[in-house]
């Protein structure tokens, strides 16, 4: 049933499923962000936070909105009083939020349409070009959406690191996609004839192929994390959590969003043609 | 064909060894070539996170001058930062500008300082260009207000002296300001006159003249003193008031903490991913394993020659370039499987790789691309022109290229060497 005569799986024949799942996550994370939006920090909101050791060895933190010089000149000096230690100290004024994001969003643009068009120019297909840049759309959502629930749920916070994340997981997202077209590529230029020219069989047998490389190769990517998240500190921990979803998004939007965006369209252009 | 295969990998082996000696912890190179004596020490750099330090942001208030002066005034006002931050005497500080929609801001990194309330508030203050006259007298000599400071003066240049050829700095007093000015002087003709910024001498002149809408400092200096001179009293006679808008402070404990933290989870990491590659590929995920060994060794070399200065985020682009360059073996080792059916050992390891390489060659350009805007080489001011993302994205691209190497030219010989006798 699943398994065809020609020794691939025929992954194409659950491609609503696919959708299906996507949605719904799209759906939770979409919900979320309108709801109860991004629990923003510092970076994006100002403030000041600090992270002080008592003689004792207790280790505290605080965190205020925006203040004025003196306040926070207070705020030391009440650190220095206590015979603390000053372990972290940040200040960030409320202008540099709004610069963080437009530049932000500019290097993701930049990048997604430079991306949009390397894909396209490389597979010889703006269909190619545009289904990878939506896959890399729907992980980078999904990353989003995931850190809107954690943020309401575990309060954790939005930083610059998380920005950083985002912006991995585009370069990762359109990595494991482009492996998995490249299948497809092969397969279109070399013509197989128990596989045609039709693209859910070309499809099907470029998935059967490189399913195992994905895995392993997340697997990998997934280990690294995993390590970071368990004990590579409270710096990185949320920083790894992002990569870890996004590299979860990835490897699986490569075969089950981007190709099936691939294959629809084609059908439908089929279709139309007719 | 073999002895090239030989000459190869001895190639790659001499390199490993090379790089290994720079990576080594505290590694220093000390030797003489005749009289030419090499001294060069290898150390990783590490950003303000990791090793403990203040990154400040000052934004300069330039809304009150024309665009035509604003160049010179941040100019002026870098230097004048710059000199403040050399008082503190940390090595290895920065300061550098960036303008982002018409915010004109200074960026100050002073690593491992003790004091950052005091740097801040130093850093921070107007510059404040004073001009006081010396009143010798015994047992000393005092110092008293003339009442003139650098907002009387317009502009200053550098010129050259026609007779003598010498540089000398000459200013314009600004016009609501020459009465004083003349008055002043001519007050002071034949006495001393010391120019202060920020309780440091600019200058120590005598005067020579009543001045009123223009002077002349002159004196057996350099082109580079005088330089400097005109760019301070520039800078006082054009003070742009900053205003710290982000501080941020990690102490050293902190930072070696993280540091500590994250190597041994990128070791652990990393054996994880050495053990599955060998329980998956058996012996061809060995040679997976030396080859990241290698990438490794190499990459931290990388770091200290260039160098890099390495921050959290640039570790975490380090962690995913190995999970690349993981990936590269794991495109070819999987290539291997399907076309050792088909063909012998050799030809089919050299169609793995040749197939391989497309895959390869497209997804890590797309990668290098986003590392680029990411890393923004070319300081393109609507991107990020300092901070974490850059550290981030400098690593991950190095990373890309370190592995396309060790991927393609380290694992490909070694299998070449290692798979010999299956041919026979």
């Known amino acids: 049933m699943i398994i065809s005569n020609q020794n691939m799986i025929l992954w194409m024949r659950f491609r609503y499923i696919y959708f299906a799942i996507s949605a719904v996550f799209l759906t939770v994370g979409i919900f979320s962000l309108f709801k109860w939006g991004l629990n923003l920090g510092i970076d994006f909101t100002g403030g000041v936070v600090t992270e002080y050791q008592l003689s004792s060895g207790e280790i505290k933190n605080e965190k205020y909105g925006v203040k004025s010089d003196e306040e926070i000149n207070k705020i030391r000096e009440n650190i220095k009083i206590q015979g603390a230690k000053e372990l972290r100290f940040e200040v960030v004024g409320p202008s540099i939020g709004p610069e963080l994001i437009k530049k932000t969003l500019y290097a993701l643009g930049i990048s997604a349409t430079l991306i949009l068009f390397w894909v396209a120019i490389q597979f010889k297909s703006i269909k190619f070009g545009i289904s990878a840049t939506l896959a890399t759309l729907h992980d980078s959502l999904i990353l989003i959406g995931g850190f809107s629930l954690l943020g309401h749920f575990m309060n954790v916070e939005i930083d610059f690191l998380f920005v950083t994340a985002v912006l991995t997981i585009l370069s990762f997202s359109v990595h494991d996609t482009i492996v998995v077209y490249d299948r497809i590529r092969e397969k279109q230029r070399k013509y197989d004839p128990v596989i045609g020219s039709d693209i859910t069989k070309i499809a099907n047998s470029a998935l059967t192929e490189t399913m195992v490389r994905s895995l392993n190769n997340s697997f990998t990517i997934i280990f690294m994390l995993l390590s970071l998240v368990l004990i590579g500190g409270d710096s990185v921990r949320w920083f790894a959590v992002a990569l870890l979803i996004g590299t979860i998004s990835g490897t699986y939007s490569s075969p089950f969003v981007a190709v099936p965006i691939l294959v629809t369209w084609e059908e439908l252009e089929k279709k139309l043609k007719k | ?424």
């Open chain 2, 1 to 424: 064909m073999k002895k090239n295969l030989l000459v190869k990998v001895i190639l790659i082996l001499l390199l490993t060894i090379a790089c290994g000696f720079i990576s080594y912890p505290n590694s220093r190179l000390n030797f003489k070539i005749g009289n030419l004596q090499i001294d060069k020490k290898f150390d990783l750099s590490l950003g303000l996170d990791l090793s403990g330090g203040s990154h400040l942001v000052f934004e300069a208030d330039t809304s009150k001058l024309d665009a035509s002066k604003k160049e010179q005034a941040i100019k002026s006002l870098r230097n004048v930062i710059e000199k403040r931050v050399n008082l503190f005497g940390v090595s290895e500080s920065n300061v550098q500008t960036s303008n982002f929609e018409g915010k004109d801001r200074i960026i100050v990194e002073l690593p491992g300082i003790s004091d950052p309330k005091e740097a801040t508030a130093l850093i921070g203050q107007t510059a404040q260009l004073v001009f006081v006259e010396i009143q010798e007298g015994t047992p000393s000599a005092t110092i008293a207000p003339t009442g003139l400071t650098g907002a009387d003066l317009a502009s200053s240049v550098v010129v050259f002296d026609q007779n003598s050829g010498r540089p000398s700095v000459s200013f314009e007093v600004v016009k609501e300001s020459q009465s004083k000015f003349a008055e002043v002087t001519t007050k002071l003709i034949g006495k001393r006159m010391v120019i202060l910024l920020d309780q440091a001498v600019v200058t120590d002149a005598i005067v020579q003249d009543t001045l009123s809408t223009n002077g002349q400092i002159t004196g057996n200096f350099t082109v580079e003193e005088a330089n400097e001179m005109s760019d301070l009293l520039n800078s006082g006679a054009l003070p742009v008031p900053v205003k710290l808008v982000e501080e941020r402070t990690v102490g050293a404990t902190l930072g070696a903490d993280s540091v500590a933290k994250s190597v041994k989870a990128g070791l652990i990491g990393l054996v994880m991913v050495m053990v599955f590659m060998v329980l998956t590929y058996g012996k061809y995920g060995i040679i997976a394993d030396i080859a990241l060994i290698i990438f490794g060794i190499i990459t931290i070399a990388v770091y200290k020659l260039i160098p890099v200065t390495l921050t959290l985020p640039g570790i975490a682009g380090f962690l995913l370039s190995v999970g690349m360059a993981v990936d590269s073996n794991i495109l070819i080792f999987e290539r291997l499987k399907e076309e050792i059916k088909n063909r012998p050992m050799a030809s089919a390891l050299e169609i793995s790789f040749g197939r391989a390489w497309d895959a390869i060659r497209d997804a890590n350009v797309a990668t290098l691309v986003t590392a680029f805007i990411l890393a923004n080489p070319l300081d393109w001011s609507f991107l990020h022109v300092s901070g974490p993302v850059r550290g981030f994205a400098i690593t991950l691209a190095l990373g890309i290229g370190i592995s396309l190497f060790t991927g393609l030219v380290v694992s490909r010989n070694l299998l070449r060497l290692f798979t010999k006798n299956d041919n026979k």
